[in-house]
């Protein structure tokens, strides 16, 4: 097997409305400035694999088709992949495994979402015929596993609107995030409209629109880069049903079946140990708690308390989201992406404002479908 | 009885309206069209191309725009006898493809040529512009064989077009409605469909896993973890506990009610998953994780094979169920 490494990183400025671009023009901006970044020309790349979210998103079928010109794929294989909200981490990790497994040399892997285009809750609210209605849109689905969550674990109230607070401190550092929120505090969360409760306005991710491209490389390329490569460690995926009987939604296996996987290729045996910052995918602010238990960063029902402590801000001893996350840009077939790419952009020492001092290994997170979709990979500034 | 007339059928229209935003290279393309102006780009190699694209086949970004046309040649096209409602013109006519003059590309559109004998490669035709435009492909109403009539016509629409654009303060485009609607035919099952009709009957049967034993509602052809069919017929109750619940606040369009309502999971007694369903008489601040509730059925002229056979669940008022009874289920 070879190694894999990340050598080029762009990302749009991610907004509410992109009225300025057509899809394939958000495309490019973002692969442009990756290709900048590993300084290549769009014909050094080998191949293009491309991710977008569910096609009813934007109503785009066939990205690859009508792409194909906007990321020069013309004489080279290019694929897209499909798995939801968690699209942007598979599609890194596909990119990976072309190099990782010699097919390719140099790889460029692209995700977008333009969410202005269309309207998200309609995507996931339609009446089907015989199905019984999905509530009212991700927060309808994802409220009632918040609820249990907190009911399991007895964590106080104002848990989710300190991560909603933090995580939108952490984005005015980033001079790509699409919520900025001068003076953000929990009085603002708390008195933010109760939309699905117990989840309110300010506890929940935006829409965006924006793009989020890797140039992935073997050990040759990488050692050709005009600038550090972060590494891959470890890569992995996982899924499960998204209904059976005794699932647990709050904890799903197939999250801590990926996650042992993945600090196992990368020989970390205590994780909050190990790992120097992360990138998880929070679309709604309980999800850090819930997601650390997951990771393993923090004992079953101690979620809450990690985050409470303040340890998971820019600045404690594990930094999850400096980014601003999720919570602060939201382009959903992007996100799972930009977790990797934020990951990738800490190891190199690129991450601006929102460095975390001295990370040497750092983990991203995405999932995606009714929690049932998980791709991570964790990423280092030295060579495995 | 036949297989086929157990299982339970309806329309299904997937409708919306997308709205693009066209970056600046369509956008003046579909600016020229509102001109009655047939507008092509110059790629990095030299070459026109019509349409423009923003990138060319080697992904280099294209250029300055050019004017080409109006007139064009038939590169290939093919006849459409029977004209669908969405087809450009209600009478015969064909696709073809156009090389407009000036260009180094074809571009799709419709020639109403009268009839197919008119038709053949190589013909030269010229564009007719629809009265009315709104910066958009269908300005260009389709392009017809060229006379001296037609290409007359042709001019005079460019000619009043020019001079209206000449005092034009209209914004440029830079936006278009994109709709979709996709027809289906959405069939239950038989699984599904056996379990909406016992609904009709105010009855409520799962499927049990003849290996892991667990009762899907509804029943299921194969099981998620075991795989086998999950579809032994088990009779459960119309009550059972409310596994956990959201407090919908937020209006949308497929709302049932107007906000707040509560959306509740229930465990029915003798089912291992949960359904979920509206709750309604208690305030929604009042409802709880493990609170007890029953079905409250619609009228007996109102039931039919849906869910909606049940209007809502309502509390029962008995003493809630301890969270051990409800840990393992969401």
Redesign the interface.
């Known amino acids: 097997m070879n190694r894999c490494a990340i050598i080029g990183i762009g990302q749009t400025h991610h907004k509410a409305k992109?009225?300025?671009?057509?899809i394939?023009?958000l495309v490019?901006e973002a692969a442009a400035r990756a290709l900048a970044d590993a300084e290549l020309d769009?014909k050094d790349i080998d191949a293009v694999v491309l991710g977008k979210a569910p096609d009813?998103f934007?109503?785009v079928m066939m990205p690859e088709l009508y792409l194909a010109?906007?990321?020069?794929?013309?004489g080279k294989p290019i694929m897209r992949v499909h798995t939801a909200g968690s699209v942007g981490g598979s599609t890194a990790i596909v990119a990976a495994q072309t190099v990782i497994s010699g097919v390719h040399r140099r790889v460029l892997t692209v995700a977008f979402e333009?969410q202005?285009?269309?309207?998200a809750?309609?995507a996931l609210?339609?009446?089907?015929?015989?199905q019984?209605?999905l509530?009212?849109?991700a927060?309808?689905y994802f409220?009632?596993?918040v609820?249990?969550y907190i009911?399991?674990t007895g964590a106080p109230d104002d848990v989710g609107m300190m991560v909603a607070v933090k995580d939108r401190q952490h984005a005015l550092k980033n001079p790509y995030a699409h919520l900025r929120i001068k003076g953000i505090d929990l009085a603002m969360v708390r008195d933010s409209?109760?939309?699905?409760?117990p989840i309110r306005y300010l506890e929940t991710c935006p829409s965006s629109d924006g793009a989020c491209a890797m140039v992935l490389t073997d050990e040759d390329g990488a050692r050709a880069a005009p600038r550090p490569p972060a590494w891959v460690h470890g890569l992995a995926t996982r899924s499960e049903?998204v209904?059976?009987?005794?699932?647990?939604?709050?904890d799903p296996q197939a999250g801590r079946d990926c996650a042992r996987d993945v600090y196992a290729q990368a020989r970390i045996a205590d994780p909050r140990r190990d790992i120097d910052v992360a990138e998880i995918y929070v679309p709604f602010s309980w999800f850090e708690p819930m997601w650390l238990e997951n990771l393993g960063f923090a004992a079953s029902g101690d979620g809450w308390r990690m985050t409470a402590s303040g340890v998971t801000a820019l600045g404690g001893a594990l930094p999850i989201n400096p980014s601003g996350g999720v919570l602060s840009s939201n382009p959903i077939g992007a996100s799972g992406m930009l977790r990797f790419a934020e990951a990738a952009m800490q190891v190199r020492d690129q991450a601006g404002e929102h460095q975390v001092d001295g990370a040497r290994r750092a983990l991203g997170h995405a999932y995606g479908g009714g929690s049932q979709f998980f791709a991570m990979w964790i990423v280092g500034r030295d060579r495995p | 009885m036949d297989r086929d007339e157990e299982v339970?059928e309806?329309?299904?229209r997937?409708e919306?309206t997308?709205?693009?935003?066209?970056?600046?290279v369509?956008g003046r393309f579909l600016g020229a069209l509102r001109d009655a102006r047939l507008e092509g780009v110059r790629t990095a190699s030299g070459s026109v191309m019509v349409p423009p694209?923003?990138?060319?086949?080697?992904?280099?970004?294209t250029g300055e725009p050019t004017v080409v046309g109006p007139g064009g040649v038939v590169t290939t096209w093919a006849w459409v006898t029977e004209p669908r409602r969405e087809h450009p013109l209600p009478h015969p006519f064909a696709w073809a493809l156009v090389r407009l003059d000036g260009a180094d590309s074809a571009m799709l559109h419709a020639v109403d040529a009268g009839s197919i004998d008119a038709m053949r490669t190589g013909m030269r035709v010229v564009p007719r512009w629809q009265d009315e435009r709104t910066g958009s492909i269908r300005d260009l109403a389709c392009f017809v064989p060229e006379s001296a009539a037609a290409a007359a016509a042709a001019a005079a629409a460019a000619a009043a077009a020019s001079a209206a654009a000449a005092g034009d303060d209209r914004p440029p485009v830079?936006?278009f409605p994109?709709p979709?609607a996709l027809d289906y035919t959405?069939t239950?099952g038989r699984h599904?469909s056996a379990y909406?009709r016992a609904l009709a009957e105010r009855r409520i049967v799962g499927g049990r896993c003849p290996v892991?034993t667990?009762?899907?509602l509804p029943p299921r052809g194969a099981?998620?973890?075991c795989g086998v069919p999950a579809d032994a017929p088990v009779e459960v109750a119309d009550h059972g506990v409310v596994?956990?619940?959201?407090?919908?606040?937020?209006p949308?369009?497929?709302?049932?009610f107007p906000p707040?309502y509560a959306?509740v999971?229930v465990l029915l007694e003798g089912a291992?998953?949960p359904?979920?369903?509206l709750l309604r008489g208690i305030p929604?601040e009042e409802v709880r994780?493990g609170m007890r509730v029953r079905a409250v059925w619609v009228a007996d002229d109102q039931l039919g094979p849906?869910?909606a056979s049940i209007r809502w669940f309502e509390p029962t008022g008995e003493p809630d169920a301890p969270?051990d009874q409800i840990?393992?289920?969401?």
């Open positions: 992109r009225q300025d671009v057509s394939a023009g490019r769009w009813m934007e109503g010109d906007a990321l020069g794929a013309a333009k202005s285009e269309s309207d809750m309609w609210s339609p009446r089907i015929p015989f019984p209605q509530t009212a849109g927060g309808g409220a009632p596993l609820r249990a009911h399991r409209p109760m939309l699905w409760d049903p209904v059976f009987a005794g699932r647990n939604q709050v | 339970l309806a329309p299904y997937l919306y997308y709205q693009r935003s066209t970056g600046p369509i694209l923003e990138y060319d086949a080697d992904g280099a970004a830079t936006m994109s979709v959405v239950a599904l909406l892991c667990k009762v899907y099981c998620p973890t596994t956990t619940f959201c407090i919908i606040r937020i949308f369009d497929a709302a049932p707040p959306s999971a291992d998953m359904i979920f369903h929604p994780m849906t869910l969270h840990a393992r289920h969401l």
